[in-house]
């Protein structure tokens, strides 16, 4: 979903959900209504990983609640961000000079494409670089208004920083766990969930994956399992799976509104929260560009869970092989599991290749499309656009397992080498 939407913003922008692009091709306004609110869609891209970041990463803490892995998990997820942040930054620093700033603006001029992100801050000094990497991980709202994000292609590099930020969120709340009842736990976490809603914060999503990984470790929420029904009555007890699948079309009914009949009605819900850092009452001066906290993304995100969770074939399906080995390679977008543990999750699959990509995207693929199409965009484009994607698909894949290899396992290692070498 992540390649796709990225890829897709910058060469069929028409084709995205919420592109500046009103107009363009027919197949592209169809795609729009359509395919796009499914399988590429950036609201629901980064809603899902940081719910999933909050379902996987309080696993180890889940399956033994000691002080020493509770401090391992917290001292050690700063570790296993940094460093691929850090590589990813330093590629972007020397990729994108000036001539490349220019590269896009004439490329975007040539398509028409009004939402590629052709105001790439270029970092003036390897100390800028510096400061921008740290920031990522010192930034506690408004996350998208900092410096490695306008500098990173895309400019979705703010996601690390909330994803960041959630964990500790996550961790707080985890450590009751092991000394509460089940029955309080729920109705602590909805009132955590209610108020996270009303004063538009990311801990929304953050504490609802807490709750999805406590139910699954702790209440039974597995298939089978005694809390994979809802019960009513003696007689009538319906399966999750079920409540999933209506939550989910739920969600997926609204997206659809939105895109295909009342785009004027997409960013309604965003005002009824509290503008907890503007006014302090209604969030009437939301800033709808920006990353935006949906509840119609929310139902899809926790209506699949549900399913994932409950559905023995549907969790089978997420545990085979290839998503596995995608699921390991994930920190090459920064959103790995902590621990071999959490890998065999099947959640831990849904992050794509998410610091490599946009920068190959943008350099490669925009290359391969202007050099191809060389001025003649009416018949030349479609087949340079789709020798782009070929290209970025299996640069990106390479890319990330060199990431992979060079950068996330000796930053995993690293950082249980540090944390055994502070406690010797």
């Keep these: 979903m992540a390649f796709l939407w990225t890829f897709l913003r910058v ?15 027919a197949y592209q306004l169809a795609l729009r209504k359509s ?6 869609n950036d609201t629901l891209i980064y809603g899902s990983i940081i719910f999933l970041s909050a379902r996987t990463i309080c696993l180890p803490f889940l399956l033994d609640s000691s002080k020493t892995v509770l401090a391992s998990t917290v001292f050690r997820r700063g570790i296993r961000l940094w460093f691929p942040v850090a590589a990813s930054m330093i590629v972007v620093y020397f990729v994108f000079t000036q001539t490349m700033a220019t590269r896009l603006l004439d490329f975007a001029t040539m398509i028409g494409n009004e939402s590629l992100d052709t105001d790439i801050y270029l970092l003036p000094s390897s100390l800028a670089n510096f400061n921008a990497i740290f920031m990522t991980f010192w930034t506690t709202h408004s996350f998208q208004l900092q410096a490695a994000s306008f500098a990173f292609p895309s400019q979705m590099l703010w996601v690390i920083s909330a994803v960041f930020q959630q964990s500790y969120t996550v961790y707080i709340t985890m450590v009751i766990i092991p000394y509460t009842r089940p029955r309080w736990r729920i109705m602590g976490a909805i009132a955590f969930i209610l108020t996270a809603w009303w004063v538009y914060s990311w801990a929304w999503y953050s504490i609802s994956g807490l709750l999805v990984a406590d ?3 702790n209440m ?13 009555s003696k007689k009538i007890r319906i399966p999750v799976w079920i409540i999933g699948g209506l939550l989910m079309a739920a969600g997926f009914i609204m997206q659809f509104v939105w895109t295909a009949a009342r785009p004027d009605l ?9 503008g907890i850092y503007s006014t302090g009452g209604l969030n009437k001066g939301v800033d709808v560009t920006a ?8 139902l899809i995100i926790l209506g699949f869970s549900l399913i994932l969770e409950t559905s023995s074939i549907v969790k089978s399906a997420f545990r085979n092989k290839f998503l596995v080995l995608l699921g390991r390679r994930s920190l090459s977008t920064s959103f790995a599991p902590l621990s071999s543990i ?7 699959q849904f992050a794509g290749y998410f610091l490599i990509q946009s920068t190959i995207i943008y350099t490669l693929g925009v290359k391969i ?9 009416e018949h030349r484009y479609p087949a340079a656009a789709g020798v782009a994607f070929v290209a970025t698909l299996i640069v990106t894949i390479i890319s990330a397992e060199v990431l992979y290899w060079l950068v996330e396992i000796p930053s995993k290692w690293f950082g249980r080498w540090l944390f055994d070498w502070i406690r010797a």
């Design 11 to 25: 060469f069929t922008p028409a084709a995205v959900k919420g592109s500046n692009n009103e107009d363009g091709p």
């Design 215 to 217: 139910a699954v470790m």
């Design 291 to 298: 990353a935006q906290i949906r509840a119609d993304c929310y």
């Design 220 to 232: 039974g929420l597995q298939p089978g399992g005694s809390a994979s029904y809802l019960t009513i």
């Design 369 to 377: 499309a202007s050099d191809m199409t060389a001025g003649e965009r």
């Design 35 to 40: 395919l796009s609110v499914l399988f590429w």
């Design 342 to 348: 959490e890998c065999k999750h099947p959640l831990t």
């Design 266 to 274: 997409q960013n309604a819900e965003l005002m009824y929260h509290t």
